[in-house]
């Protein structure tokens, strides 16, 4: 059974940063990808970017130039960098992996909010 716990939420105002982290526990060797999503009051959830396992990443438009995917193999974390927060980046964001025996896997998610 695979585990993904989110944390590094918070609060923060316009123009700054946070950073997320997403720990996933089990046997994980290989993976399809990992990524991160997020879902706003009354809108479906959307991609924020993603991660193969040969290390190519993806990122949704919004966030580009703003956020950095990253992963740490060896301790089976995916790390999300977000710079220069906008209050439209108010969002539950979501961890996400896909290991390579099969299924798609979720976290509980973790708040962030931008004020103004």
């Known amino acids: 059974q695979v585990q993904l716990v989110e944390s590094g939420g918070g609060l923060v105002q316009v123009g700054g940063s946070l950073r997320l982290s997403c720990t996933a526990s089990?046997?994980?060797?290989?993976?399809?990808?990992m990524g991160w999503y997020r879902q706003q009051p009354g809108k479906q959830r959307e991609l924020v970017a993603h991660?193969?396992?040969?290390?190519?990443?993806n990122y949704a438009e919004f966030v580009k130039g703003r956020f950095t995917i990253s992963r740490d193999t060896a301790k089976n974390t995916l790390t999300l960098q977000m710079n220069s927060l906008k209050p439209e980046d108010t969002a539950k964001y979501y961890c996400?992996?896909?290991?390579?025996?099969?299924?798609?896997?979720w976290g509980q998610g973790t708040q962030v909010t931008v004020s103004s």
């Open positions: 089990g046997s994980i060797f290989r993976i399809n990808f």
């Open positions: 991660i193969t396992g040969g290390g190519n990443t």
């Open positions: 996400t992996i896909s290991p390579l025996f099969g299924g798609v896997y």
